[in-house]
């Protein structure tokens, strides 16, 4: 059995593919934060098999087990000038390592969050370093 969240709006007919292998549909009342991928979703839908890639896609659907990742861009200027913003947001099974970079004038960094909470979080206090 092969679960996926609808993140974009409850599953409803036309709105999955594979009709004849799904096992089951779970609308829920309101969206709601599924811990299975750290996010939130209008319902599941569970298949016999797995979908590929691409259907997932077409239709936004999130294959259990994956997360969503922020990742914030911090930039630290030579004259003590810094800037910070989200400047990415990714599905994965497992958070992104972050990284920095040494340039002529600046550092970058790229540091991942498991919430946008975190991120918005991480952002304002960099602007207020």
């Known amino acids: 059995m ?3 969240y609808s993140t974009q709006r409850p599953v409803l007919p036309g709105g999955f593919p594979e009709k ?3 096992e089951r549909i779970q609308n829920f009342d309101n969206k709601e934060f599924c ?3 750290g996010d939130e979703a209008w319902g599941l839908i ?3 098999e797995p979908l590929t890639q691409e259907q997932a896609d077409a239709y936004e659907l999130i294959l259990a087990g994956m997360k969503t990742f922020w990742c914030v861009t911090t930039s ?3 004259n003590g000038k810094v800037r910070a913003a989200i400047t990415n947001c990714i599905q994965a099974v497992k958070k992104p390592e972050s990284e920095s970079k ?3 004038n600046k ?3 790229h540091d991942w969050f498991g919430s946008k909470d975190e991120a918005d979080q991480f952002v304002e206090d960099a ?3």
Do not use: G, P
């Open 76 to 78: 630290v200027y030579d």
């Open 127 to 129: 602007k207020n370093a």
């Open 20 to 22: 004849d292998k799904v």
């Open 46 to 48: 569970e298949y016999s």
């Open 107 to 109: 550092d970058v960094y």
């Open 102 to 104: 040494e340039l002529r």
């Open 2 to 4: 092969t679960r996926y």
């Open 35 to 37: 811990e299975e991928i």
